[in-house]
């Protein structure tokens, strides 16, 4: 049976992050950005989960909600915040957090079984990423909200002047776009990444508008 989740954040990196790691033929999502917002999808739609970011969030105006939908009160309830504070009948999703835990916490399967991995997977580049010194390396990369604050993140296994290569799955498309924030040996790099391509088990990412102070941190590193 299909579920049906809302994702209500004013941040919509936040709303596109969770709604592609929620890619799934049989679970189908819609964003939102105010809490009166819910009032017009549940007239049309009745919903199994909601989540709820903290900058959507204002009590007064939740409970007010709840009093207008009772049919609030049985659905799972999630809350991402950077604090461990949650309002009642919440359960906490702590940012940044992996992929994995936002299917965890709403208790669906991973929506990349073997077989739709191969439906999300391309292994064609788009250039030869080849011309880059690499150095294997072991960092969380984020990705970033309009605002600057980390999402979700990835573990990078190398990385190059021309980009780097994350260790498991965001079903991200081949040229999407995305705000990228790690660190080399102490020193933070933020800048734009495109997904170059989706060879199983992974995503290649390319740098664009890559800084010269990005640049020199990275050329540091790889020695």
């Avoid at 190398?158 to 040229?175: A, H, N």
Wanted: aromatic residues 10%; proline residues 5%; hydrophobic residues 40%.
């Amino acid at each position: 049976m299909a579920k049906h989740t809302i994702i209500l954040d004013k941040s919509y990196l936040l709303q596109n992050v969770c709604r592609t790691i929620l890619v799934n033929p049989s679970h189908f999502v819609e964003a939102a950005t105010y809490l009166e917002d819910i009032d017009v999808l549940l007239r049309e739609q009745k919903f199994d989960n909601i989540i709820l970011g903290e900058s959507a969030y204002i009590e007064e105006e939740w409970n007010l909600l709840v009093a207008r939908n009772p049919s609030i009160k049985g659905m799972k309830k999630i809350f991402i915040n950077e604090a461990d504070t949650t309002p009642q009948g919440f359960s906490l999703l702590k940012r940044p957090f992996k992929p994995f835990e936002l299917f965890d916490i709403l208790e669906i399967s991973h929506p990349l079984d073997p077989e739709e991995l191969i439906k999300h997977t391309t292994d064609t580049p788009f250039n030869d990423r080849r011309v880059f010194q690499r150095n294997i390396i072991e960092t969380n990369v984020y990705f970033d909200d309009e605002f600057g604050k980390p999402i979700t993140y990835l573990a990078a296994k190398d990385v190059s002047l021309g980009g780097l290569f994350l260790e498991g799955s965001i079903p991200l498309q081949v040229g999407a776009l995305a705000f990228l924030s790690f660190e080399l040996n102490g020193e933070r790099i933020s800048t734009t990444g495109q997904v170059v391509r989706r060879p199983t088990g992974g995503i290649g990412i390319r740098f664009l508008g890559l800084s010269k102070e990005a640049e020199s941190i990275i050329n540091k590193f790889l020695g």
